[in-house]
């Protein structure tokens, strides 16, 4: 059974630093795309950051710059670093697998390409 399990959400001031993880397991996940997304109250979920089964990484464009998305070696653990956070940052984030992994999925930033998601942590920043 996929199991996506979202950690280290927590309120946060304004310019510091927060990384929120994702342990994953029930699949492989080196032959899974996995991403980043968010959603704020009243929004859309939108995407973050994407990394495939060879490791390289995208970004939304919105996104690029302050966050980043790794994995561990065994690739069982995906985090997502957020620096200078600020308050427009706060939103519940969701971590994501996608079986069928290919570029154009990464690179559509679409979360309607990914099957497998997290319950979600939140994030809260505050000025």
């Known amino acids: 059974q996929v199991q996506l399990v979202e950690s280290g959400g927590g309120s946060v001031q304004a310019g510091g630093s927060l990384r929120v993880s994702c342990a994953v397991s029930g699949f492989t996940p080196s032959l899974y795309c996995m991403g980043w997304f968010r959603q704020a109250p009243g929004k859309e979920r939108e995407a973050v950051a994407a990394?495939?089964?060879?490791?390289?990484?995208s970004y939304a464009a919105s996104m690029k710059g302050r966050f980043t998305i790794s994995q561990d070696n065994a690739k069982r653990n995906l985090y997502l670093q957020i620096q200078n956070p600020k308050p427009e940052d706060t939103a519940m984030y969701y971590c994501a697998a996608e079986p069928q992994c290919a570029r154009p999925i990464i690179e559509s930033f679409s979360p309607h390409q990914y099957k497998h998601w997290g319950r979600g942590t939140q994030v809260t920043v505050s000025s």
């Open positions: 990394i495939d089964r060879d490791g390289r990484t």
